[in-house]
């Protein structure tokens, strides 16, 4: 007997989530067992490696959830699944990049840029789906076509800034 996922979209990338997220959490404890700060809350000293580790978690949490949530109606309401893997990757990558930043003590930008184009495109969906019945044709496809364009112009500016970056660092 097998047992068919209703999400499986949004369950194999909320696993990847969720580990990504472990990662983060797995972080914070070893530098509360570096410093012995034990105790819940964040340390006073902002360039502690510790409150860096918990803001990267606290980053991730804060988005990560909505994010998810808008993607499983996007689903549930038919969206074609690989208009969903490629807003996941996005959003992904994007959530990748920003706590790179944060814990490198770096530029978050691309990283912003990214996720919160997954984030466009996942709202973008669903305007659509509440929206479709009320506004119909072009408008509505406008709409849509030009958050998938930032998205993908987001994707493209991340890409070319690190092979930027690489080239700058080999000179």
Not at 131 to 159: D, E, Q, R, S
């Amino acid at each position: 007997m097998t047992t068919e996922i209703i999400l499986p979209v949004t369950a194999l990338w909320g696993f990847l989530h969720f580990t990504f997220i472990l990662g983060l959490v797995a972080n914070v404890l070893r530098n509360r067992l570096a410093t012995a700060h034990y105790h819940p809350g964040s340390p006073k000293d902002e360039s502690t490696d510790l409150y860096i580790a918990q803001r990267a978690h606290a980053n991730a949490v804060e988005f990560v959830p909505i994010t998810l949530f808008l993607a499983a109606i996007a689903e549930l309401a038919g969206t074609c699944s690989c208009i969903l893997h490629v807003l996941h990757v996005v959003f992904f990558l994007g959530r990748l990049g920003v706590s790179y930043g944060i814990l490198t003590r770096g530029s978050r930008r691309n990283g912003l840029r990214l996720a919160f184009g997954g984030m466009l495109g996942f709202s973008s969906l669903n305007l659509r789906i509440v929206l479709a019945p009320y506004i119909g044709g072009f408008v509505l496809n406008a709409v849509c076509v030009a958050v998938a364009a930032a998205t993908f112009f987001g994707l493209v500016k991340f890409i070319y800034s690190g092979l930027k970056k690489k080239k700058e660092a080999e000179n």
